[in-house]
């Protein structure tokens, strides 16, 4: 059988030269590590959706024509119709006008043209079109901004709002909301969820492998294939136009789980023989043409979500069909090496 015999092959040449194919494996991980670079984290629900569907096509056009979308500063403060509060708002909102991509900024204190008046009954009576709560102890500012949905410009918008509230109203609650103010919260939870189910997913797996080998070294063998996997997903995944999203977050944890059996078949094979070149090339031979089919039939599945609608399950899909390949390649060429290394296995 063809795969068999390249097994055995393979086998041979990782006891013949270990340290050329973990070089060779080096050098194309350094070429493929860059990938990850591209990647890019998108945390609105648009980013998964058809770029041609008409509510994003709305949306997109919305931005172009009226910059961006709008963030809303909530001010609370007693009773806020009053001169020194209003002026601090004025003051605030020429400070907002200024910041890089602020188009337009809209608080109480526009409603007033000549100047804040003094006079405590022109306050009240005025009237301030929806910035100002019915019980006049919350003031809206709103503030629209040409950030692109960019995760790094809504951070910026984010800190220097934070910034120039805390300096013009220090005694003051406030809070900041709007569409831009959540894409930057999901895109923080992207991120933290992100390396939270990978290190949970992680630790269970290592828990499940000790329980399995009971031995803490030869339970380390099964998961070298998953890190590889791990890394070559997103420098691949990054090279293919991948983004991580509310969707494709959970690719790392789902290679961890799909990707170990690949190990825990090699280790196994070899740790329950009685070792050696012959037993490794043979273990090799008989686990090769399940190792691939099962890589094969499992990745072409996954591409299958390309054909999804959903722009956010094509990044999935992408990930997972070259974290389960990246997988495969760890468990046929990379562990095996590390076997030989590990175990002092000498070529015939």
């Known amino acids: 059988m063809i795969v068999e015999e390249l097994s055995a092959r393979l086998v041979d040449a990782q006891a013949e030269s270990p340290w050329r194919v973990l070089g060779i494996l080096a050098v194309l991980t350094v070429l493929v590590v860059p990938g990850a670079l591209n990647l890019e984290v998108k945390p609105s629900t648009e980013a998964i959706l ?9 949306l997109d ?22 001169q020194e509060t209003l002026e601090r708002l004025e003051r605030l909102e020429n400070r907002v006008e200024r910041l890089e991509n602020v188009r337009s900024v809209t608080s109480p204190a526009s409603m007033f043209t000549q100047g804040i008046p003094s006079d405590r009954d022109e306050l009240v009576e005025k009237d301030y079109r929806g910035t100002v709560s019915s019980d006049f102890d919350t003031a809206l500012i709103s503030v629209r901004a040409d950030t692109q949905a960019n995760p ?36 923080q939870v992207i991120i933290n969820d992100f390396i939270r189910i990978t290190g949970v997913s992680f630790a ?13 070294v030869q339970m380390l063998f099964p998961v070298v294939p998953v890190m590889f996997a791990l890394v070559w997903m997103l420098g691949l995944g990054g090279y293919l136009g991948a983004d991580l ?23 196994k094979s070899y740790f329950g023989s009685s070792g050696g070149l012959q037993n490794l090339r043979e273990g ?65």
Do not use: C, W
């Open 204 to 216: 269970a797996v290592l828990l499940v492998l000790y329980g399995f080998f009971r031995d803490p």
């Open 50 to 58: 058809p770029g041609d569907d008409p509510a994003v096509e709305s």
């Open 152 to 187: 790094s410009e809504i951070d910026k918008l984010h800190g220097s709002l934070s910034r120039i509230v805390d300096t013009e109203m220090p005694s003051a609650e406030y809070s900041l909301t709007g569409y831009n103010m959540i894409d930057l919260a999901t895109f």
């Open 245 to 267: 999203t509310i969707i494709s977050m959970v690719s790392a944890a789902m290679i961890m789980g799909l990707g170990i059996d690949f190990g825990i078949h090699v280790s």
């Open 284 to 348: 090799m031979r008989e686990l090769s043409r399940g190792l691939l089919g099962g890589s094969l039939t499992t990745g072409t599945g996954f591409l299958a979500l390309l054909a999804a609608q959903l722009t956010g399950m094509h990044a999935l899909g992408i990930f997972l069909f070259t974290g389960i390949m990246s997988a495969y390649i760890g468990a046929v060429v990379l562990l095996p090496t590390i076997i030989v290394l590990a175990e002092g296995i000498e070529p015939k």
């Open 61 to 82: 056009s919305l931005r172009a024509e009226f910059y961006g979308d709008t963030t809303h500063v909530v001010v609370r403060q007693d009773d806020v119709r009053n």
